[in-house]
């Protein structure tokens, strides 16, 4: 089975994915009292990838997956030898009593409902990213997450790694200076990374359950490309800026250690993929932070350049965040001889002023980039079942996952509104201007 890694840079992603850990679970068996029982609610790309990952850490124990394409059920039976239970119905996993936990990866219009039925049947739940669908089901999910008072985990890799851990360190300690800007980048050029997913030879309603896949969307005719390809509309995703921004966000507020923007303005549009899709193809947003910066986040779906992830720009040099490791570039020593600021000067007058400046003293070097290699860590999954075992807290709770999403769900209501939005996180209420 491909890693998620190798697909997502087959699929001309950005290194804001390659920044996910991966390295082998530390402990090489775990103790009977330690087993995690887990259900897979979801296992096509993205849920199969977790039934992988999960099933690599000790102690991990897959019991049972469902989804809706009888294709799905028997690629889980392969991979297991046939030692997972398989059902089309979610509720089959969830009501099951031997169960841990439950880990969902399903279109996003169904997370809410899933999430809340896991954690009311006392379960833990991963939710894969983005939370929720929509800016209101956030705080649903919150309040129901301490009513529980179980270990959700939101599956958005990037904040839980030794990367983007040390990158906060290095912001924290103030090696950049005051930050005024983070600039993010997501940019694929293929079909795959804009979601036009193979649909198998198969794919009819007798495979699929169609009307369970639609749940509260509005009703429609059978459509394949729909099921497989479901990110590309509106009503069960919100295309680019839940799928991709969210990844980035979720980065950026650990590294810069802020919980959510104030505002949003965006701009973009459907520019090439048009297959019938809703969602843009091309969208850029920017937010700005009360704690006095903004964020440049910035999608194509028609372009695989290889910026970086991720830029944080400070008074004192600028942090670059690759897979490979994190370059700082200083800014140089300031210069206090304003050659160009003079020009207009007499030359009695600016002669005299460059002489008090010892203007014909060197112009500082440019400091030399450093470069900071970090090692990788456990996966994201190996931090959900840490919390199971030793009922610690999340490391991607219910909160940070709906200002994460939250602040997509922003992007998304100001670019279909085309007006700058704010939002006032505490009451969830957003309004113009």
């Given at each position: ?50 039934l992988e990952e999960f099933s690599q850490i ?254 944080i720009f400070g008074e004192k040099g600028t ?77 991607e709770n219910a909160t940070e996952g709906h ?31």
């Open positions: 089975m491909p890693s998620r890694r190798t697909f997502l840079n087959s699929a001309g992603a950005a290194t804001i994915y390659r920044l996910v850990d991966s390295a082998p679970a530390r402990a090489a068996t775990a103790a009977p009292s330690d087993t995690v029982n887990l259900g897979f609610v979801g296992v096509g790309i993205r849920g199969s990838q977790l000790p102690g991990v124990n897959p019991v049972i997956a469902a989804d809706l394409y009888d294709g799905h059920l028997d690629h889980a039976k392969e991979f297991t030898q046939g030692k997972i239970l398989t059902t089309k119905r979610y509720e089959d996993v969830i009501g099951r009593k031997d169960l841990d936990a439950i880990v969902i990866a399903v279109p996003d219009h169904w997370h809410k409902q899933m999430t809340l039925e896991t954690l009311s049947a006392g379960k833990h739940v991963y939710i894969e990213k983005p939370m929720t669908w929509s800016l209101q089901e956030g705080p649903e999910i919150i309040a129901a997450e301490k009513k529980a008072g179980k270990v959700l985990m939101v599956g958005s890799g990037g904040k839980t790694t030794t990367l983007v851990a040390k990158t906060r360190e290095l912001v924290a300690a103030g090696e950049l200076g005051a930050v005024r800007q983070v600039r993010m980048m997501q940019y694929r050029n293929s079909k795959e990374g804009a979601w036009v997913y193979p649909v198998p030879p198969d794919a009819s309603l007798k495979t699929i359950d169609w009307d369970r896949f639609l749940g509260s969307a509005p009703k429609r005719a059978f459509s394949p490309e729909v099921f497989f390809r479901w990110r590309c509309w509106w009503e069960y995703s919100g295309g680019v800026a839940t799928d991709l921004f969210v990844h980035l966000l979720t980065t950026m507020h650990e590294v810069m250690n802020v919980q959510a923007p104030v505002s949003a303005v965006s701009q973009g549009g459907l520019y090439r993929w048009k297959d019938g899709r809703t969602v843009p193809d091309v969208m850029e947003s920017l937010f700005e932070y009360k704690e006095g910066f903004i964020a440049q986040v910035s999608v194509n779906l028609n372009n695989s350049s290889r910026s970086p992830a991720m830029q942090l670059t965040l690759e897979a490979s490791g994190i370059t700082i570039t200083p800014e140089p020593e300031d210069y206090d001889i304003q050659m160009y600021g003079s020009s207009a000067l007499s030359k009695a007058t600016r002669d005299e002023y460059l002489k008090s400046r010892d203007a014909d003293k060197p112009r500082p070097a440019r400091p030399e980039p450093k470069v900071i290699p970090v090692e990788a860590g456990p996966g994201h999954g190996s931090y959900f079942i840490q919390s199971i075992r030793e009922s610690k807290p999340s490391r200002a994460a999403a939250g602040a997509a769900h922003l992007a998304n209501m100001a670019y279909r509104k085309g007006r700058k939005l704010t939002w006032d996180f505490a009451t969830n209420r957003v309004s113009e201007g």
